[in-house]
């Protein structure tokens, strides 16, 4: 079955980056569409962005907008979250998710065991 690993998050300064990275196994990649969602404590799971299953489209939350990128490299089945001018509201436990291509939880079958962003002030 497909499992997914995220890595690079940790603490950073507001304004600062961190690149986050998600490795799949057990099924190649390009099978499926990918993106990530991200829980702060207290408050529901909300989607950030997503990748289709080529990564020629992408789409993502008017809060990261602008200052996050995500991108693919089918051949390493991994996808990566490029995080810019993070904010203290950036901080949360960001997942990886594999399935359909959609903005809700629900259409995601498959979930990495997350990562830790916290930003400071």
């Known amino acids: 079955q497909v499992q997914l690993v995220e890595s690079g998050g940790g603490l950073v300064q507001a304004g600062g980056s961190l690149r986050l990275s998600c490795a799949a196994s057990?099924?190649?990649?390009?099978?499926?569409?990918m993106g990530w969602f991200r829980q702060a404590p207290g408050k529901e799971r909300e989607f950030v962005a997503v990748?289709?299953?080529?990564?020629?489209?992408?789409t993502y939350s008017d809060s990261v907008k602008g200052r996050f990128t995500i991108s693919r490299d089918n051949a390493k089945n991994t996808v990566y979250l490029q995080m810019n001018s993070l904010k203290p509201e950036d901080t949360a436990v960001y997942f990886c998710?594999?399935?359909?291509?959609?903005?809700?939880?629900?259409?995601?079958?498959?979930w990495g065991q997350g990562t830790q962003v916290t930003v400071s002030s």
């Open positions: 990748i289709d299953r080529s990564g020629g489209i992408t």
């Open positions: 057990g099924r190649t990649a390009s099978s499926y569409a």
């Open positions: 998710v594999g399935g359909l291509f959609a903005t809700t939880l629900s259409h995601y079958n498959y």
